[in-house]
Each structure stands twice: as C-alpha cells, then as structure tokens.
C-alpha cells in the first residue's frame, strides 16, 4: 500500500482567516466551512491533500512545505508581490524579501508566514 497524507490540520487564531489567507496566496479555491465539520474550513490543496484550518485559543505554528513547479512557484511570489506580503529566503528572516535560488532540496525556494505564525515554505526546481 502507498502512503499518502489525507489531510492535516492547521491551527489559527482564525480559521477563516487563514484558510481565507493560504487560498489566495497559493492561487487555491476557498470554499467556506466544512459541511458536516463547520469548525474546520478545508482547502483542497491538491488530488490527494487537504487544509484543515481550525481556530485554537493558542495556536502553534506548524512549518508546512510544499514543492511546487516552477510556473506555480513565479504565480505565487507574483501574488505575494501584488498583495504586499513578506516572504523571505530563510525560516528565520521570511520576511527579508529574498528568495532562495540555491535551495538544497530544489532549485528556488522561499518562506511566508502567516498571522497565527503557520510557516509556509515553496520548493520549486
């Protein structure tokens, strides 16, 4: 059997926010809360894998990473862009603007984090 991850969930101090937040930056259909969970609000992140974004009193960031092609990887550093939003080379400065061209596990990489402190990283080759 091959093992795939279903879903996991991100905690926020605003789930709809966040959901709201991820969707939009990683280009990704929103579609509002769970019909049959309403206190998780899911982004289909592909085929296989699904956001749970869930608000929590304390909310411990989670690092996420997702690799990505290179198209997608240009879209997303364009909405970042657009909107404003800090991204950074490093995991400790993902805000310092810059993106990674010598990424060890691919060739570009780059980090964003949003308001509950979720760490998104982007690999692209």
């Known amino acids: 059997m091959t093992i795939t991850l279903n879903h996991t969930i991100v905690t926020a101090a605003d789930n709809d926010e966040a959901a709201r937040f991820f969707a939009t930056v990683m280009g990704l259909a929103y579609t509002g809360p769970h019909p049959h969970a ?10 296989a894998l699904t956001l749970d974004f869930m608000s929590v009193a304390y909310p411990q960031g989670h690092h996420l990473a997702f690799d990505v092609d290179a198209a997608t990887f240009d879209d997303i550093l364009d909405r970042l862009r657009a909107r404003e939003i800090p991204y950074g080379d ?30 998104y990283e982007l690999i692209a080759p």
């Open 90 to 119: 490093d995991p400790a400065h993902p805000d310092n603007g810059q993106v990674d061209t010598g990424h060890p596990l691919g060739g570009r990489g780059l980090y964003f984090s949003d308001s509950s402190g979720n760490l």
């Open 38 to 47: 309403r206190h998780f609000i899911p982004i289909k992140v592909n085929g």
